[in-house]
């Protein structure tokens, strides 16, 4: 009996139609290898396609598609070659860029989330507040940078005064509907709780609208490096806006492609950043759990 019984139970298993364990690891197995294919995918395919195109650009097929000469569209191999003889500058004015950039982010995020709290705690002034805020916020960056040049000069307090403005809207936005799009049930049980105002957005409000904020910083990452670097178009002496903007006068075409080039890393590797901070402060987000 007793081998008989064992031969029934391999018989079992071996099928997986009479063993809930091993159902349940073949379905955990199966799982973890279509997400190992998707992860591979996602990063297989944008690669392929990014090499792909690098290819075409190379070897002249998009100059031939839209009659382009190579002086005004170097090749790759000629960018990297202009970033390589140049890239202490590069660095140096990247440097100067991001932190211009980065200043101006803190600062317009900092002043959108303000304006969000009092339009969210005073309703009535909340509307016309916001209203005002993307007004400024539709203004033209080269509107902007002369306004700025005449009230801050000329130096890095210029370009950061405009990166305040191109970012506080969006913050704004966001974060008051952030605020305002909260879930009645938990508003009522705070409520049956005699929750006052301030507990009421410290527990509630503000933790509901984290999505929301992320979501606005990591549009201003992206934001204020345009802001930046358009800005430094007028009225700057350094940065990779300024080294653009030379570069393209004097016809030193491979120049201004690299300062392209480099602005598109530190974009990337910005938003990036603030992915990762992301994560790392949503884990409770349900979001981040699925």
Sequence with gaps: ??????????????????????????????????????????????????????????????????????????????????????????????????????LGMLLGS????????????????????????????????????PIMNLWFGNGISSRVAIITVITMATMAVNAHKGMSNVNPLSLDLLHSYAANKVQVF??????????????????????????????EFFYASKGLGYLLSNSIKVAQMPLGWACIVIASIVGIAFYLIVEVLEKVFMKWHPSERT
Excluded at 53 to 63: D, G, K, P
Excluded at 118 to 142: E, H, M, Q, R, S
Excluded at 207 to 225: C, E, G, H, Q, R
């Design 110 to 145: 900092a002043f959108g989330y303000l304006i969000a709290l009092i339009g969210t705690a005073y309703p009535k002034w909340g509307k016309g507040g916001l209203t005002i805020v993307v007004a400024f916020n539709a203004v033209p960056i080269v509107a902007l940078g």
């Design 1 to 102: 009996m007793r081998g008989k019984t064992v031969e029934d139970n391999w018989l079992s298993q071996s099928r997986g139609q009479e063993n809930p364990t091993l159902k349940s690891a073949i379905f955990e197995q199966r799982k973890k290898l279509t997400k190992l294919g998707s992860g591979l995918s996602k990063v297989l395919i944008p690669l392929i396609a990014g090499v792909l195109f690098f290819i075409l650009w190379e070897v002249q097929f998009f100059h031939t598609i839209f009659r382009l000469k190579t002086y005004q569209l170097p090749l790759p191999s000629v960018i990297m070659e202009a970033i390589r003889e140049n890239l202490n500058t590069l660095v140096n004015f990247m440097g100067y860029t991001f932190l211009e950039a980065f």
């Design 202 to 231: 410290r527990y509630l409000r503000i933790a509901n609208s984290l999505p929301y904020v992320f979501t606005a910083l990591k549009i201003n990452a992206t934001a204020s490096m345009i802001g930046a670097i358009v800005g």
